[in-house]
């Protein structure tokens, strides 16, 4: 676990296999989670990927900092992340809220993405009434007043069991993320339009989704691809919008086969 400080924002992080000479892969976490949740990822995929993993300010152990916040605040950080430890040519893979972070980092620091994963997300996710109804639920309630709802968005029914300890734990992940930093990033997404930046995306990339995901379904991740230009698409069975967590052998499948294909693999 380390700390640094980007932006005046002291973010919470993790990179391994820094200066090994191999690629470079920085996962960007959802909303209400924090860098946790790629731990399965990280684990098969370290041997062979310098890989850097952080929490978004306003959550996990990263500053709260002044939200609400703009999804530019997140890839700012995230840019600064990259530039701190000199970074290049990054396979930049977005889960949901993640997504138009990555699409943002593309759009200001081209120079740093080699390619792109973008994960149960969307150029434009929701309506501005959907978050401003969230945002007051976590206001009067607290994020433990919305749980159940959204977890039902994030897993699959097979999934959410209660004496599934692993399923138990991701409710206490949320349960326990900052309010405050909650509904600061559900503003980012609510004021976020990525429409035509995906349509100027010129490197490598590709789009994927649980298919039972209740959050962001499979034919809205769909027209996020197709916005893209030579994008692949996939759809991973028996997971909902965390498939990383509910199906992490078939996520890190596709993201081995993506890489391998990529131009100069």
């Not at 676990?1 to 959802?30: C, E």
């Not at 040519?89 to 949901?96: K, R, T, W, Y």
């Not at 976590?138 to 209660?162: C, H, K, N």
């Not at 900052?178 to 490197?203: K, L, M, N, Q």
């Amino acid at each position: 676990m380390r700390f640094v400080r980007i932006n005046d924002v002291v973010i919470s992080h993790d990179l391994h296999g820094q200066g090994s000479g191999k690629p470079t892969i920085a996962f960007i976490n959802s909303l209400g989670t924090d860098r946790r949740i790629w731990e399965r990822v990280v684990e098969a995929l370290a041997p062979d990927f310098t890989i850097l993993t952080f929490d978004k300010r306003g959550h996990g152990l990263s500053d709260l900092a002044a939200p609400p916040y703009r999804i530019e605040d997140f890839s700012g950080d995230l840019a600064g992340l990259i530039d701190h430890y000199g970074l290049k040519d990054v396979i930049v893979c977005g889960l949901s809220v993640g997504g138009p972070i990555a699409l943002s980092l593309y759009r200001a620091r081209p120079d740093l993405v080699r390619a792109l994963v973008l994960a149960d997300t969307a150029h434009r996710i929701g309506t501005p009434e959907f978050w401003n109804a969230r945002i007051e639920a976590v206001r009067q309630g607290g994020i433990a007043s919305i749980l159940e709802p959204i977890m039902s968005r994030w897993f699959t029914a097979a999934y959410r069991r209660d004496d599934k300890a692993d399923y138990r734990g991701y409710c206490t992940m949320l349960a326990r993320q900052s309010p405050e930093g909650y509904a600061g990033t559900c503003a980012a997404v609510r004021d976020a339009d990525f429409t035509e930046v995906a349509r100027s995306v010129a490197v490598p990339t590709l789009c994927v989704v649980g298919a039972e995901d209740g959050s962001t379904p499979p034919e809205l991740v769909q027209s996020l691809a197709e916005l893209i230009p030579a994008s692949r698409f996939a759809i991973i069975p028996d997971a909902a919008h965390i498939p990383c967590v509910e199906a992490p052998e078939t996520f890190i499948a596709l993201l081995r086969s993506f890489i391998d294909n990529l131009p100069g693999a």
